[in-house]
């Protein structure tokens, strides 16, 4: 009996294989080939589609001068916590999360992939291995100890912004003036002038070496007129914050414009 099914179905199986070639033989080939056309315009746009949503970055980048207060900020985004008694940090540290101040949120949040780059100078090297990656970029500015350390600080952040994975990405990068809960803490205005004329003279001198630098494919600003971030390739704003005391809604700001929830 289960023989006879399985021969009768494979009967009406050719048969209807029969009646479709006798269809598609009716069908004048303009029309066959402007459906065929319009079937794979449509696959291929979904698969666009498809690989851009899988490839849509999720990862934040922090970086800066040590001592900038990176892993507070990172601590604090994690656990809503400083984390007291937090060192400098030697070594990369990462975690993907959901933001902490989203964790009563309801519906489904994306997470965050945060990666806290070490600031000494012989260690960011490390920036290069997570920037062609970022979906964002904050650079973390003490405002307390800002002008002994504005010099440093402009170069450091004239690299970033100079960067080919930066700038054919168009990175949004955030300025973030730390720890302002402090009196004697500069303001955020003080602070992107200043490091607009650092910039502006380094720019001036790195310019005239320019040849040599193949380490960098991008200058900045526009020739003839003094630097502002306003010139960048890709969009650069100032943002204030304070990783001890958690006031960090600007930072979580800039994270959600760039990694959707």
């Excluded at 990405?169 to 500069?186: E, G, Q, W, Y």
């Excluded at 310019?207 to 650069?236: K, M, W």
Aim: hydrophobic share 40%; aromatic share 8%.
């Amino acid at each position: 009996m289960d023989k006879d099914k399985l021969e009768q179905l494979k009967i009406e199986m050719q048969q209807l294989l029969h009646k479709s070639e006798e269809f598609i033989n009716h069908i004048p080939p303009i029309q066959l080939y402007t459906a065929i056309g319009v079937v794979l315009f449509t696959l291929i746009f979904l698969l666009i589609i498809h690989l851009f949503k899988r490839t849509a970055s999720n990862t934040i980048v922090l970086t800066g001068l040590s001592g900038s207060g990176k892993t507070y900020l990172f601590y604090q985004l994690r656990d809503g916590s400083a984390h007291q008694g937090t060192v400098t940090s030697m070594e990369a540290n990462q975690d993907s999360f959901i933001l902490h101040s989203e964790k009563d949120k309801k519906g489904k949040l994306k997470p965050v992939h945060v990666v806290d780059v070490p600031g000494h100078s012989r260690l960011r090297p490390k920036l290069d291995e997570f920037l062609p990656q970022a979906a964002g970029v904050v650079f973390v500015v003490d405002s307390v100890e800002f002008l002994p350390n504005c010099r440093p600080a402009s170069e450091y952040l004239y690299e970033i912004l100079t960067k080919a994975s930066v700038v054919k990405k168009k990175v949004p990068v955030l300025l973030l003036c730390n720890k302002v809960d402090k009196i004697t803490a500069h303001t955020a205005e003080f602070i992107r002038k200043q490091l607009e004329k650092e910039i502006d003279k380094l720019r001036t001198s790195r310019t005239a070496v320019s040849d040599a630098d193949i380490s960098n494919e991008y200058t900045l600003g526009v020739p003839g007129e003094p630097f502002a971030f306003s010139q960048c390739h890709n969009r650069v704003i100032v943002a204030e914050a304070s990783g001890l005391t958690g006031e960090i809604s600007q930072l979580e700001k800039f994270i959600r414009e760039n990694v959707k929830p």
